[in-house]
């Protein structure tokens, strides 16, 4: 890439000081005092704080706007919006040394490049050493402000476009709630059928599947084995399909045939428990794990409406209500599936709700498909947005601005001037005493043997504890 006038090569190692967070010992979690920030608040994935009420250095404390970066499992930068935290290891506290909206951006402009520079097993980490060498094009203080402004105007617009396609795809899905809802009252698409109540085990046979033990490693005559992974609400995955050993006459008794409805027996969403997808004989001489119950319908049953209707909101919830235990916990049997109370109309209304609901779930597909391609035009969009900016094509150079050589020049020279951290020696060991010969004669003492030689400070690596 050829830099704009006025733009340097840089490293963002060059851009910033990044303060490693603490390592929190669970010991040391508190109910009151400072929330420790971890990874999962940074990433929505988990919204409970443990806290800290003990003692912390400056540097382990982090302020509302402070810029954080994790660097292990999942990558990526954040503003901090909220009280005065602790910062846990595996996330760098930033003091930034140009704008710090523009590290911002910048930094999850190369997460990408990071990902790929990421290793370790067990959790996705990028090392210091590769993350302060990632080299960066860096323009002129003023630009950097002027390529901030620009972009938050843009991707301000985007996020609101997105957010939009988000409600209209929980729209789609809601109306498609709303249709296997109405298959189950036996009215949709201006077709009506009367239903009967009837439990489950009055017109269709309900069975468990096989445990997964040592001694079913598959070896000499293994077969397909689906699990809890394999079942959607409506769908089955297959793209990875398990193998386990069989016994005597174990594939007659447990082989899928299709039209069977899959149940998923327990799950820790509440939500998740009971959803169900058909089998429709896609392999040959498939069993199912023991955490999957099989519903086998009768002659009273046409397979893709008992799909339809075990999956509408209606039937989920009795679901939840018979999975419900005292201790809080979520998990269907084989006779609770039989209890289960469904709706059956006469098959051949059966088969007419079936195609009326079929129609609508090809409009429904059709929208959902459009709003994907939809989301991903609007991700390709920020993604070009940032190519541009930081690239020097989304605003203009101003000739006037100070170049950022010169700032680069002047955040190198501030760093060398600052005094360097003292790394720790490593305490000397004590000299093993050797044992004299059982019948050597006597010696004159010899010299006195000198002291150990501490290790070289330089021979000490960084690293960074896990």
Known sequence: MELPVGWVWAQLGDLGAYINGRGFKKSEWADEGLPIIRIQNLTGSGSSFNHFDGELEEKHIVNDGDLLVAWAATLGTSIWRGPRAAVNQHIFKVIPYIDKKFLHYLI????????????GSGMVHVTRTRFDRIQVALPSLAEQRRIVESL??????????AEEVNRAAKRSSHLWSAVLNSVAQGAVGGVLAATQSMSVSDVAEVSGGI???QKRRPVDNAYPFLRVANVGRGFLD???????ELFRDELEKHRLREGDLLVVEGNGSPDQIGRAATWKGEIADVVHQNHLIRVRPGPRLNPRYLEL?????????QLREVARSTSGLYTLSTSKVKSVRIPVPRIADQMRLVEAAETWET???RAKETLQVAAQKGASLRQALLNRAFAGALVPQDPTDEPASALLARIQAERAGQPKAKRPRRAPTAPRKAKAPAAAPAKPDPA???GPTPAPTHAVQQEFEL
């Open 211 to 213: 445990q997964k033990q």
């Open 108 to 119: 999850d402009y190369k997460i990408r490049e990071l990902t790929a520079a990421s290793h």
């Open 448 to 450: 006195p043997a000198p």
């Open 309 to 317: 209707i075990w999956n509408a909101p209606v039937v989920t919830n």
């Open 363 to 365: 409009h429904v597909i």
């Open 152 to 161: 938050e105007d843009h991707l301000s617009r985007l996020a609101a476009a």
């Open 238 to 244: 297959l793209g990875e399909i398990h193998r386990i």
